[in-house]
């Protein structure tokens, strides 16, 4: 009888090794980006935070998807926005929504700022980075706590910073000349509004995995709002945007 038991335990723990091994030899890491977002653009203005980004989704070159969804509030006091691979951000999400479920199980009347989720980011993406097996992407992290302003970002080894105004992918060559020009720290809700649709604008002219479809979040001490998807109003008639290769001697 003894032998019969464990016969029969040694049988039932075969396929639930091999599923054990067969489960783990198919799950894989992330190794390069397959779909990802371009830009994210934040800014301080004189209530709170703003964030805007596009909302394509690029498929190595083609822009194949046109409704992702690139920002997301974080707890009480936070938003989040995202360029790079689509998958790890919602890695990074998931990650985020369990450090806030066990911030709220300590029901200590205490909540997780924005400083303190940026700082975690920045654990998390170095972390990562030393293992070899990065989360690719860059993050703009934004809030309002006991009404401090704070906005930072993080790049996928790690790379952080704390400034008025931050922005990722090519909104680091083509944004931030506009806002440095541009941002003062008294900036309306409606003047920063038109500032990120300006760089957004000139994103969308000059980036070629940007979409003409954002949106633009706010976040201030009342909480978090982001605004329907919408489209901004261009002008395609430039004389270089009709004859391009004009001057360009050699070029096809």
């Known amino acids: 009888m003894l032998l019969g038991i464990l016969g029969m335990n040694s049988l039932d723990c075969t396929p639930a090794t091999n599923s054990l091994i067969r ?3 198919d799950s894989q890491r992330t190794l390069y980006p397959y779909v990802t977002g371009t830009s994210v653009v934040g800014i301080k203005y004189k209530d709170g935070i703003l964030l ?8 190595g070159s083609t822009l194949r998807y046109k ?11 936070s938003l989040i926005g995202a360029s790079g691979e689509i998958s790890d951000f919602q ?35 170095y972390n990562r980075r ?27 080894i790690g790379v952080h910073y704390e400034d008025n105004h931050v922005a990722t992918g090519f909104g680091n060559h083509l944004a931030l000349p506009l806002l440095r020009d541009e941002w003062h720290e008294n900036l309306t809700f409606e ?6 649709e300006k760089c957004m604008r000139v994103l969308l002219y000059r980036d070629r995995s940007a979409v003409n479809k954002l949106q633009i ?7 978090v709002t982001i605004s329907p998807p919408y489209s901004l109003k261009t002008f395609w008639n430039f004389s270089s945007f009709e004859n391009p290769t ?5 070029s096809w």
């Open 23 to 25: 489960s783990e030899a």
């Open 52 to 59: 805007a980004a596009d909302m394509g989704g690029s498929y």
């Open 67 to 77: 409704s992702v969804e690139r920002l997301k509030p974080v707890g009480k006091h």
């Open 91 to 125: 890695e990074i999400m998931r990650y985020l929504d369990d450090l806030i479920l066990s911030d709220n199980m300590w029901d200590d009347g205490n909540s997780l700022g924005p400083k303190e989720v940026h700082n975690y980011l920045t654990r998390v993406m």
């Open 130 to 156: 030393n293992k070899f097996n990065p989360l690719w992407n860059s993050l703009v992290l934004g809030g309002v706590k006991n009404g401090q302003k704070y906005l930072g970002t993080v790049n996928m």
């Open 191 to 196: 003047e920063g509004v038109i500032l990120l």
């Open 217 to 223: 979040a706010k976040i201030t001490e009342e909480g």
């Open 246 to 250: 004009l001057g360009a001697e050699g």
